[in-house]
């Protein structure tokens, strides 16, 4: 199967939707590959790409597969699930203005979670340990949320 918009055969984009249906891909370089063909591809696409592929970005992230990968990059200070559920409950599901998987890590991001009380699982530390816990988590949940990121160009979703 060839992955050029340009010369994606019928055949070729119907398997993508097939797999995106069947959740055969849900992994952010696969969905962001197949994101980008359908991208390219002539304005009479979206009609039938749009809707496999927000679904496929739904599941990716309500699989725990984004939860999964972001503590695959936080190994020293494991990402907070609550923080991911917060944002996941804030970032609207649908829209269009990108992907729901870049909405979420974009609020994460944006709303620099790693200093919420929440991450602290119950006890109350003192000031010092919470500046320099919430230095260290902000830290590497910020590059982990970052390298994530680069799977979409500056231009957005």
């Not at 984009?13 to 249906?21: P, Q």
């Not at 927000?54 to 990059?73: F, I, K, M």
């Not at 944002?87 to 994460?108: I, T």
């Not at 340990?129 to 979409?152: I, K």
Request: aromatic share 8%; glycine share 4%; charged share 20%.
């Amino acid at each position: 199967m060839t992955s050029s918009p340009q010369n994606l055969s019928k055949a070729d984009k119907d398997r993508l939707l097939h797999a995106l249906r069947s959740r055969l891909i849900n992994t952010l370089p696969e969905l962001r590959r197949i994101e980008r063909i359908f991208a390219a591809l002539p304005n009479s696409a979206p009609d039938t790409t749009a809707q496999p592929m927000q679904t496929a970005w739904l599941n990716y992230v309500d699989s725990h597969s984004l939860l999964n990968e972001l503590r695959g990059l936080t190994r020293h200070y494991p990402f907070s699930s609550a923080c991911l559920d917060e944002a996941k409950a804030s970032a609207p599901r649908v829209s269009a203005s990108g992907n729901f998987c870049w909405r979420v890590l974009k609020w994460v991001r944006d709303q620099l979670l790693a200093a919420k009380p929440a991450m602290w699982g119950g006890k109350t530390p003192s000031p010092a340990e919470v500046g320099q816990l919430a230095a260290a988590c902000e830290s590497e949940w910020t590059r982990a949320v970052t390298t994530l990121l680069r799977h979409w160009d500056a231009s957005g979703a």
